[in-house]
């Protein structure tokens, strides 16, 4: 729609966003590259892909009162 940029790079110790809701959307991969993830919910995380792939390289943790596997 030409609204759009062709590139956008940002370089800086810190980035802290704060907004009500957030919406990203790539038609290709969007990656995040890490020492470290962490993903926090109050309530729910949802992760829904027609093949999903968790892998570890050591050890993988599992915590749930109640843990469904179909």
């Known amino acids: ?3 759009g940029a ?9 980035i802290v966003e704060r907004a ?3 919406y990203r959307e790539a038609s ?3 990656q995040t590259r890490a020492g ?3 993903l926090v919910a109050k309530k729910a995380v949802q992760v829904v892909g ?3 792939l968790i892998k570890a390289r050591d050890r993988m ?3 749930g009162e109640r843990i469904h596997l179909a």
């Open 50 to 52: 027609e093949n999903t």
């Open 6 to 14: 062709d590139g956008v790079e940002a370089r800086a110790g810190r």
């Open 20 to 22: 009500k809701d957030v």
């Open 28 to 30: 290709g991969l969007s």
């Open 36 to 38: 470290r993830l962490r």
């Open 61 to 63: 943790k599992l915590k």
């Open 1 to 3: 729609d030409g609204r």
